[in-house]
């Protein structure tokens, strides 16, 4: 069954450095999305991105944060100058362009910044 | 104020019991999904409810979204210990953003 597959899984950052976490959504799929999971909270949401544009962002998504779908096949996630609270888990999803249809999940990229 | 409450929160029963996990908001939904976590992975989709008083089944689980589309439940049947992990409503809310709404989760544990 198609995925959405992410790498690195674990990514190990000063603080102060910049981090490009990458996702490749499942091939047909047209919506992308990234979210985030601190350590014991719950997933929320960061951007949704579609047609080559952000489509939404949160309210944590500022400055800092940028997204990109560089070829026909990748998404990142770019964060620049990373801060300790950064760390999470940074979930990748996708989804058909029907809707209602659900967003699939890739397993995460675990960002630790120290 | 949480957009969608899960409950209960931790949930550890017996291997062959039943047990239902709730997912409540003040919130119209337009869709609302499922997934279970493992630790360390991504949220895997179970199912996804769109139309109020919908019931799915998927083998041991019983899934229904509200008439309202305000709540859904999730029912196991005779639970196994393959079915510990966390349970994860989330949804789309009617009218708003596709973006996903999460709720905390149910941890389940099924002790053998």
């Known amino acids: 069954e198609p995925e959405v597959t992410q790498t690195p899984s674990h990514q190990v950052t000063q603080m102060g450095q910049e981090v490009i976490l990458r996702c490749v959504p499942i091939s047909n799929h047209l919506y992308f999305y990234w979210y985030r999971q601190i350590l014991g909270q719950k997933v929320e949401f960061l951007v949704s991105f579609y047609n080559n544009e952000i489509s939404e962002k949160s309210e944590i998504f500022d400055d800092q944060f940028s997204v990109e779908r560089p070829d026909g096949s990748n998404f990142t996630l770019k964060i620049r100058s990373t801060k300790l609270e950064d760390s999470a888990m940074y979930f990748c999803?996708?989804?058909?362009?029907?809707?209602?249809?659900?967003?699939?999940f890739g397993d995460g990229t675990r960002l630790s910044i120290l | 104020t949480q957009l969608l409450e899960q409950s209960p929160q931790f949930l550890s029963i017996q291997e062959g019991e039943n047990l239902t996990v709730y997912c409540n908001s003040s919130s119209v939904f337009s869709s609302l999904q499922w997934y279970r976590q493992e630790p360390g992975e991504g949220p895997v989709l179970l199912v996804t409810?769109?139309?109020?008083?919908e019931v799915k089944k998927l083998k041991r689980l019983t899934f229904q979204f509200g008439d309202a589309r305000k709540d859904s439940s999730l029912h196991i049947t005779a639970a196994q210990p393959g079915d510990t992990g966390l349970y994860l409503c989330?949804?789309?809310?009617?009218?708003?953003?596709?973006?996903?709404?999460f709720g905390k989760g149910t941890k389940l544990t099924v002790n053998p």
């Open positions: 409810v769109v139309t109020g008083g």
């Open positions: 989330a949804g789309t809310r009617q009218g708003g953003s596709e973006k996903l709404v």
């Open positions: 999803a996708s989804r058909d362009m029907y809707s209602n249809q659900p967003q699939h």
